[in-house]
Nanobody
């Protein structure tokens, strides 16, 4: 089992920044690829960013490329999502998730992930 707890969400004005953290406990964190997903009210959960178990490879949704950065600290069992230049359309509940054996083709798919956090709300005002 892996337990994931997100933090760092909040209310920010458009153009501002937030840094989300996801602390993991349980089984070997370093073995897992990690992803961030988000779900806006009335919409499907969507992929935001992912990072390989080693931290070497990163993947981003087109909508956040250039503005968001995912990173992973295996020593601290934590994954981060730095979000810059935030827009009102970034408003959503953000979830982190852990996947044991994703491929490049599946790392963006929610169904590939084995464990999920409870989510943290991000609200961007215009």
């Amino acid at each position: 089992q892996v337990q994931l707890v997100e933090s760092g969400g909040g209310l920010v004005q458009a153009g501002g920044s937030l840094r989300l953290s996801c602390a993991a406990s349980g089984r070997t964190f370093s073995s897992y690829a990690m992803g961030w997903f988000r779900q806006a009210a009335g919409k499907e959960r969507e992929f935001v960013a992912a990072i390989s178990w080693s931290g070497i490879s990163t993947y981003y949704a087109d909508s956040v490329k250039g503005g968001f950065t995912i990173s992973k600290n295996n020593a601290k069992n934590t994954v981060y999502l730095q979000m810059n230049s935030l827009k009102p359309e970034d408003t959503a509940v953000y979830y982190c998730a852990a996947a044991l054996s994703p491929t490049i083709a599946t790392i963006t798919l929610p169904g590939e992930y084995d464990y999920w956090g409870q989510g943290t709300q991000v609200t961007v005002s215009s």
